[in-house]
């Protein structure tokens, strides 16, 4: 298993491991409860906030409140419900502090930061064909191509988890540009 990489977890005995790492400072540990916990925080604070900036502020507010006051978690409840409930105080209280929005008079005038209905309907050609293209690479090339752009791990990282030297990695990944380049035409093939 990867040195960055979230090690399992089984419950209550875990959860209150983890705190207790977290509880004398290290950082290690609240990375891997990062890990765990960004995807599903974000989503219910998603759900909640409807707005993508007010969510990253919110969901730091409460991950800082779990490093800070880690002395608090004392497992009587899961550390889910701990984090969760964090995360929903903050939530209500950045609604609250939310100023009413102030009609804008030149709204009409300006011109949008929105993507035109022909650059939209582009970028997702765009991306059909590129995820295409991944999907026809061989499992080892898709996996290196996963790992470095869509999960932002390094070659040390990735050699770890596909248990390979780092050359290895390498040579998979000029592989799979290089396929990727020969099946994409035009531009798509200057991405990659």
Same mark, same amino acid.
């Given at each position: =298993?990867? &040195?960055?990489?979230?090690?399992? @977890?089984?419950? /209550? ?6 705190? %207790?790492?977290? *509880?004398?400072?290290? =950082?290690? &540990?609240?990375?891997?409860?990062? @890990?765990?916990? /960004? ?6 604070? %998603?759900?909640? *906030? ?21 002395? %608090? ?120």
């Amino acid at each position: =298993m990867g &040195a960055n990489q979230p090690k399992p @977890r089984s419950g /209550r005995d875990s959860d209150q491991a983890l705190m %207790s790492r977290i *509880l004398a400072r290290d =950082m290690a &540990a609240f990375e891997d409860l990062y @890990r765990v916990y /960004r995807p599903r925080l974000t989503r219910f604070l %998603s759900k909640l *906030l409807h707005r993508p900036q007010m969510v990253e502020e919110v969901m730091n507010d409460t991950l800082m409140v779990v490093w800070d006051r880690a002395h %608090s978690f004392n497992g009587a409840s899961q550390l889910s419900t701990w984090i969760f409930g964090i995360a929903y105080r903050k939530a209500m209280k950045a609604l609250r502090r939310q100023d009413d929005p102030v009609e804008d008079p030149w709204a009409d005038a300006r011109v949008s930061s929105e993507p035109t209905p022909e650059e939209a309907l582009g970028k997702q050609r765009a991306q059909t064909l590129l995820l295409h293209a991944i999907g026809q690479l061989s499992p080892d090339h898709r996996a290196v191509v996963e790992f470095t752009y869509f999960h932002e791990m390094g070659y040390r990282e990735i050699a770890e988890i596909m248990r390979c030297p780092v050359d290895t990695v390498k040579t998979r990944m000029f592989h799979a540009r290089r396929n990727l380049k020969r099946q994409l035409a035009g531009e798509l093939a200057d991405w990659v």
